[in-house]
């Protein structure tokens, strides 16, 4: 573990850079399967599917009965668990409704917007030694809150050809309309093109692996919106002698566990609470069935002590971390200060796994300094704004004649015309 005391505004860049991969050569391969999924539809995507997760279908999506076999495997706890973080997340989700915008800007000049729901969604959900049941909650229950038409679900089958049960039990009580067993690069070049079995989608949603984050920007190049950049999970935590240092251990170890390229900061004012978190870090390490990725990551984490909150916040705001626990005892500061987060846990008692998984936020959050310029996850991210007008013989009169004097400085004559023929009739 690295500990870094005061370190100046000049360092600060180079101690807080992500440990991002290069993708030049993903890039290529990416490139390629895409444009074989284009021309070959569902025989590509079986084939990459056999190359990559060693199993054939001939039939990809998954069936009726495979979802009621998922239903029936699951223990009435975690059934019970996942309905609970449903209903959370649907509260949460449900009050960000916003009721349609409308305003006479002048005298019968009638502008409104209102929020219309992206018909077609396509959810990546990674399978593997995590697989991340709980993202199916983030995007589904949004997705049918926003009244989206299509939900479809790719993820990854395992060796025998299934995807996890707990997978299947949440987007079927999600909602989801088409669950897919397909992962990777062939998962995301299918939802972006469309095949014979799986539905060409208007927006990808979802994490993944480097190869499936360079999947989805070569998406967009091909008229498909997706949720937001990604890179690896991070965590940064500022805490001084008022937090627990157990709970601030934990809270960067279970960051840590997501993958060795994860990243996890503690900023502290106090040097005593820097080394006793670092000593509850080796000894919860110790018990951790994934601790051989949390250690790989705890390796390259960071202790930073700094003199004061000011110099503190200054230092998280030119971070801007994904997840952000405030635990000190001037929360308010760090609160009313915060300009560069994309999820905000505060006190003692709000680890970071509960808005991973049940208190109702959203979990799919901007990664890699982007909180600086994107939101996490919402329920617009599932809805378009449009706007309207509707303008009156009273209303064009009233602003006709800025318009046609706007659109002849720029040389638009056509634009110009609309008008002056509409005012003509009116004399």
């Known amino acids: 573990m690295n500990k870094i005391y005061n370190p100046t505004p000049e360092t600060w860049s180079a101690i807080l850079e992500r440990p991002t991969k290069t993708v030049d050569d993903i890039e290529q391969t990416v490139k390629e399967i895409f444009k074989e999924v284009q021309k070959k539809g569902d025989v590509a995507v079986t084939k990459y599917t056999s190359i990559f997760d060693g199993v054939t279908f001939d039939n990809l999506e998954v069936s009726q009965q495979e979802i009621e ?42 502008c409104w917007q209102e929020k219309r729901p992206i018909q077609k969604i396509g959810l990546y959900i990674p399978g593997g030694t995590a697989p991340l049941f709980s993202t199916v909650l983030m995007l ?3 997705a049918n809150i926003a009244g989206c038409k299509e939900i479809v ?20 009580l999600c909602g989801v309309t088409k669950i897919l067993k397909v992962g990777g ?3 995301i070049a299918a939802m972006t093109f469309g095949t014979e079995t799986i539905p060409k989608v208007y927006k990808i949603f979802g994490p993944g692996n480097q190869f499936v984050t ?7 190049q091909f008229g498909v919106a997706i949720d937001m950049p990604a890179g690896p999970s991070e965590l940064l935590v500022v805490a001084d002698d008022a937090a627990v240092p157990a709970f601030v251990a934990s809270d960067l ?25 670092e000593e509850e870090i080796q000894m919860q390490l110790e018990q951790l069935p994934r601790k051989s990725i949390a250690e790989k990551a705890i390796a390259n ?15 998280i705001n030119e971070y801007g971390p994904e997840h952000f626990i405030v635990c000190t005892a001037n929360d308010e500061f760090y609160i009313n200060g915060i300009e560069n987060a994309g999820s905000v846990f505060i006190g003692n008692y709000t680890p970071e796994s509960a808005g991973d ?22 329920l617009d991210s599932f809805t378009k704004s449009m706007t309207f007008q509707k303008i009156s013989e009273k209303g064009i009169q009233n602003i006709g004649k800025a318009i046609e004097v706007m659109a002849e400085a720029e040389g638009l004559q056509a634009h110009k015309n609309a008008v002056t023929l509409r005012l003509k009739t009116l004399e």
């Open 153 to 172: 679900l790719c993820s990854p089958p395992d060796k025998n050809g299934n995807i996890n049960p707990a997978i299947l039990y949440a987007a079927n």
């Open 301 to 315: 984490s960071k202790l930073i002590f700094v003199e004061n909150d000011t110099i503190a916040l200054d230092l």
């Open 253 to 277: 170890l279970s960051q840590a566990e997501h993958g060795a390229d994860s990243q996890v900061i503690l900023v502290s004012t106090s040097k005593k609470l820097i080394d006793a978190v």
């Open 357 to 378: 998984y049940a208190s109702g936020t959203n979990h799919t959050l901007p990664t890699n300094g982007y909180a600086k310029n994107y939101s996490g996850v919402n």
């Open 185 to 187: 690069i062939q998962a």
């Open 214 to 220: 360079v999947a989805k920007q070569l998406a967009t």
């Open 140 to 142: 589904a229950v949004p």
């Open 69 to 110: 076999k998922a239903v029936a495997e699951i223990p009435n706890e975690l059934k019970e668990a996942i309905q609970l973080a449903k209903s959370n997340i649907e509260k949460f989700h449900a009050a960000q409704k916003t009721a349609k915008v409308e305003v006479e800007t002048v005298e019968g000049v009638q």
